[in-house]
C-alpha cells in the first residue's frame, strides 16, 4: 500500500462491485482513483466498505493497482454496494448500457459530515494535491449530502484543489431536483460534466452559457460524447479539443477515466489542450472493454499522441486492438 503522504489525488465515494460472470470492483471514484495509479499519479480512495466478500475483494484489487486504501473505513453491519449492467439497442440500433443499483443502506451511504475527521481521512485528504469526488455521493443518503456540502463549504484541511464530477443518476435522485448538484459543482474549483447531463441539470449544454450557470470554479470541462470537450476559464477563454473516433464496445466508465486523464495532466502541470488530450484518450481506452476501465496506451504511444499535430490527432482512431494513428507520426 501506498503511503498516504506520497498521494496526490484523493477521490472520495462510494466503492462498487460489479456483479456480472465475474464480479469486478467499479464506482466512478474508484474507476478514476485506478485510473490515476495505472497513470503513474498515487492516487487514494477515501470511502466506506461493508465487511463481506464484496469489500475484500475491492480493497484487493485496489492494492493491486498501487491504490492508497488506508482511508477506507470497514462498516461490520452495512453491506458494499453493488449494481449490474442491462445491455440492449435504442431505436437507431446503437448499443446501450444501463445500470441496476444496489446501494439502499450501503456502508458508504453511512457517511457523514464527521467522517472527514476521521484521523486516516483527514490525513490523506491533507496530503492530497487533488481532492476529486462527484454528485454521486450526495444522492446515497442525507447525511452524505451534509457530507458533500461540508466537504465543498468547509474543504478541512485539504490545501489542493477540489474536482467536482456531475455525474447525474436519475435513478438515485427520486425527486429529480438537480439544484443540489449545481449548487455543490459552483463550490469545486473543477467541473467536469457531460454535455447531455448540462442540459439535464443546467438547462444548457453550451459551455460559455454553463459558464453563467456556474461562475465560481476555475474551470469548467464540457464532454460532448464523440464530438469534442470544452474547457471554459472564469474570464469566459474557451480550448476546444475533438475527441478521437472510436469503436464502441461499452460506454460505461468513460467519463471516469476522461477524469482521471484530465487530472494526470493537471497534477503534472500541463496546459489544459493537453488534459483535454489525455482526458480523450482514458475515456477512447475505456469505451473498447466491456469493463468499466482499461489501461493507458504505453509512454512511447501516449508521447506522440499528446504531441501530434492537430491534423494526425483528428484522423487518429480507436478500436479493441488499439490506437492507430497516422502514417509517419
Known sequence: MQQTDTVRVACLGEPLVLVSVDAHPAGAELNVAIGLAARGVPAALV????????GSLIRAEL?????DTSALETDPHRPTGHYSK????????ERTTTSRYARAGSAASAMGPEFLDRTEVSTVLGASAIVHCSG?????????????CRLLTERPGIPGLVSFDVNWREQLWPDADPAVVVELANRADLVLVGADEALRVAGTDDPVELRRVLPAPATIVVK??????????????????PALRVDVVEPVG?????????LSGLVRGEDTATCLRRGHIGAAATLTVATDWAPPPPDGLMH???TCSARDWSTTTVS??????AEGV
Open 47 to 54: 470511502g466506506r466498505l461493508g465487511d463481506d466478500e464484496h
Open 63 to 67: 492494492r493491486r493497482h498501487g491504490v
Open 86 to 93: 442491462v445491455t440492449g439497442t435504442d431505436e437507431t440500433g
Open 136 to 148: 454521486i455521493t450526495a444522492a446515497l443518503s442525507d447525511t452524505c449530502r451534509a457530507l458533500m
Open 224 to 241: 460532448d460524447g464523440a464530438r469534442r470537450a470544452v474547457a471554459v476559464d472564469r474570464d469566459g477563454d474557451t480550448t476546444e479539443m
Open 254 to 262: 468513460a467519463g471516469d477515466a476522461f477524469a482521471a486523464g484530465y
Open 304 to 306: 506522440r499522441l499528446l
Open 320 to 325: 479493441a486492438s488499439g490506437f492507430v494513428l
